[in-house]
């Protein structure tokens, strides 16, 4: 079974710009989590979705937007990116909507650096 | 809210002598716990969870955790620490109760085992 895949693997942006990220979970999956990884902040929640419904959000500004196909595959939205924006970006899938403490997945990540 | 402590930053064993990292958490009701380690430039890998029953739970390549009620504690253990178990540790809760795959990751803790 494939494992949890995100693209691209690395990008570089200017400030201002807005970027897109992708993740596919894994096959059977409806849950998808983004979470952002930095020196300073460490691991911190940014969203979940299931079924195609944001369900948690954590705490990040506006500019920080996602979505979630019917297919469970998931994206998310940076606009009037900054410089405290560049971080790993991982994505994780898990099977159900975590009552049963199913475990995540996680992805290689998304190397955002903003220039 | 919920919260993970792992106080130190840094662990170093020699190969072959046990080895323990701590964790501490603080959630509202029973925890799920997680573990999860990462290696350079890659996603997080589950190791082991704790979601009821046994205290001692048994993982991937070795590793157990210890779950401790009383003491709000999660340490993950390994009898025999390999050259190849040098990564990075974080400890992870949310909350029984609570639907949603939502994570709270500890800082994280650098395991340093020497030949």
């Known amino acids: 079974k494939a494992g949890v895949t995100q693209t691209p693997r690395y990008l570089i942006k200017t400030r201002g710009q807005q970027v897109t990220l992708s993740c596919s979970p894994i096959?059977?999956?409806?849950?998808v989590s983004w979470y952002q990884q930095t020196p300073g902040q460490g691991l911190q929640f940014l969203f979940e979705y299931f079924s195609e419904t944001q369900r948690n959000k954590g705490n990040f500004p506006g500019r920080f937007s996602g979505r979630q196909f019917s297919n469970s595959r998931s994206e998310m939205n940076v606009s009037t990116l900054e410089l405290g924006d560049s971080a790993l970006y991982l994505c994780?899938?898990?099977?159900?909507?975590?009552?049963?403490?199913?475990?995540?997945?996680f992805g290689p990540g998304t190397r955002l650096t903003v220039l | 809210a919920q919260s993970v402590a792992q106080p130190e930053d840094q662990v170093n064993v020699a190969e072959g002598n046990p080895l323990t990292v701590k964790c501490t958490y603080s959630v509202s009701g029973n925890p799920y716990l997680f573990w999860y380690v990462q290696y350079p430039n890659r996603g997080l890998q589950f190791l082991l969870k704790?979601?009821?029953?046994?205290?001692l739970v048994k993982g991937s390549y070795g590793f157990e955790a210890e779950f401790n009620k009383s003491q709000t504690s999660f340490h993950l253990k390994k009898p025999s620490a390999l050259v190849s178990d040098s990564a990075l540790y974080f400890c992870a809760v949310r909350p029984s109760w609570k639907a949603g795959n939502m994570l709270t990751f500890g800082g994280g803790t650098r395991l340093m085992v020497k030949p």
């Open positions: 994780a899938s898990s099977l159900t909507d975590g009552l049963a403490g199913n475990e995540q997945f």
């Open positions: 704790y979601i009821t029953g046994d205290n």
């Open positions: 096959s059977g999956h409806r849950s």
